[in-house]
């Protein structure tokens, strides 16, 4: 999809190099997705070769390419958790193994399209396991315990996953709001200022406690930032209108702000937090004599 130009020599561009947010600022390279795609790719000849195959053939060669696919397709999911795993200093390990089961789906897959192919039973053991050895050393395993959550209330922090998953689905709203504008400098700018909330994001789940004084800024004001991007998205589309462009623009500088005090905030009270407790343990610690 072609997106408007929103750089310096714009028609609606600032003068200042320096406002035209990076895009790529806070961003990671997945080298799985391409190996993710290949796996997607791979059993389309063997899907084509079963229709010039006997019917019996056909449905076991039909049932493998199921296989692979359904194999390709939790690799991706298993990989999506596996980066939301690493991006957290404290997360539970996903609920369910995708990529072991995956690694399953695959020799399992291969098994089958061997036998379809009139392969020895020997070979197709061999498929088999190749295949499932082959996976996990491309992909790796699930997650298998919880990271960073020894001496955290459970139930505090699955209220906090819950509203982080409240917050996400504002923030993907924003942006594919935002990216109907097809302009570069808008889409940058709301990138931004989901970063800044993700870092809030992230500062709530290392100190669940931070939820009660975090919550308004990652609930109801996520949601209104929602509301006024799809609004002004419409708006904008409509008459490219300057005045409403610069009035969201301060919203989000705005919001950027107060998001970015917020964390800070956080971060000064647990530290605050901290020197109490070191306080009360030299105080402890007096008294004992040590």
Known sequence: MAQRYGGQFSPQGSSSKTDTPNPFRGKKPAPARARINLLFAAPVPLAIAAFFRSPTEMATSLLAVAMLLGAAWLTREGVAAQEAYDARSVARRPAFPRKLFAAISMGAGL?????????AFLAVIIFGVLGFI??????????????????????QQDRVARVVQEGESYLTSMDAAIKRTEDRRLIAQVQDFADVAR???R???????????????????????????IKFADIYNRNQNQTAREDYEGLLEYLGDNFAARISKLLEDNTVDL????????ERLARENL
């Open 134 to 155: 082959l996976h996990i050393a491309s992909f790796g395993l699930d997650p298998m315990k919880d990271k960073g959550a020894d001496g955290v209330d459970l139930f």
């Open 203 to 229: 500062t709530v789940e290392e100190d669940p406690r931070d939820l009660t004084s975090a919550r308004k800024f990652m609930g109801v004001y996520l949601k209104a930032a929602r509301d006024a991007t």
């Open 111 to 119: 098994s089958v399209a061997g036998f379809a192919g009139g392969s």
């Open 275 to 282: 020197d109490i407790e070191i306080e009360v343990l030299r």
């Open 199 to 201: 870092q809030l994001f």
